[in-house]
């Protein structure tokens, strides 16, 4: 039990589907991540919250719609994926927002599959 | 900006013997250094972090990293490797910037 629970672990979409991956952290943070891990690629960051503001966009494509309703909370609503897109999807939070040398605690991650 | 550079995409070692995962850094500033592990089917799990201080880090399941600012390295090791260390360790550095910067990643072969 990582304190970061993600949900669902497994999910297959058409490229046609609406689907969301929900995060919930119980660790008290202020920050959330998502993050996409890729086979032999690096982990990349998608989106980070801090204190439910989005802080940094890195150049995610607009099929994917990050919503943080509280800090305690963050989904990742997906349509009109590509195959491409399929990937582990990690949540992931840290304490006292955002600052170098805090610890990131990740979730287990939602395998997502596009077919 | 910085960067992460893990040498070796898999690693082999024979139970018992030594573990030593490389990474180098480059970074403007004096880094913060993590290494992760992810277990198959998990998330990533703090195996330790450097941010000031002692140069030699202990960290969890009797891994060990050292700061070396001169190589600018910050390698894994574990003087006795277990069937249960096989997994994917990365490491990732951070700076003033905020941003943490993981590397590709090796993988852990443990050798019966």
């Known amino acids: 039990e990582t304190g970061v629970t993600q949900t669902p672990r497994h999910l297959v979409m058409g490229m046609t589907n609406k689907k969301s991956l929900k995060c919930e952290q119980h660790l008290g943070h202020n920050a959330m991540y998502w993050y996409k891990q890729s086979a032999k690629k690096p982990l990349e960051l998608m989106f980070v919250y801090n204190f439910k503001e989005q802080t940094e966009n890195n150049s995610v494509p607009s099929r994917f719609s990050p919503e943080c309703p509280n800090s305690s909370h963050l989904f990742l609503h997906l349509h009109t994926l590509q195959p491409e897109d399929s990937a582990l999807y990690l949540c992931?939070?840290?304490?006292?927002?955002?600052?170098?040398?805090?610890?990131?605690?990740f979730g287990e991650g939602s395998w997502l599959t596009v077919v | 900006a910085q960067s992460v550079t893990q040498l070796g995409s898999h690693v082999s070692v024979s139970e018992g013997a030594l573990v030593l995962l490389r990474c180098n850094y480059s970074s403007s500033v004096p880094p913060y250094l993590f290494w992760y592990v992810q277990y198959p089917n998990q998330g990533l799990q703090l195996l330790l972090k450097y941010t000031t201080g002692a140069t030699l880090v202990k960290g969890i399941n009797g891994f060990e990293a050292e700061f070396k600012k001169s190589e600018t390295s910050f390698h894994l090791t574990k003087p006795s490797a277990h069937m249960s260390d096989a997994a994917e360790y990365f490491c990732a550095v951070s700076d003033q910037d905020d941003k943490i910067i993981f590397g590709k990643g090796t993988r852990l072969h443990i050798l019966p």
């Open positions: 992931a939070s840290s304490q006292d927002g955002i600052r170098a040398g805090n610890t990131i605690y």
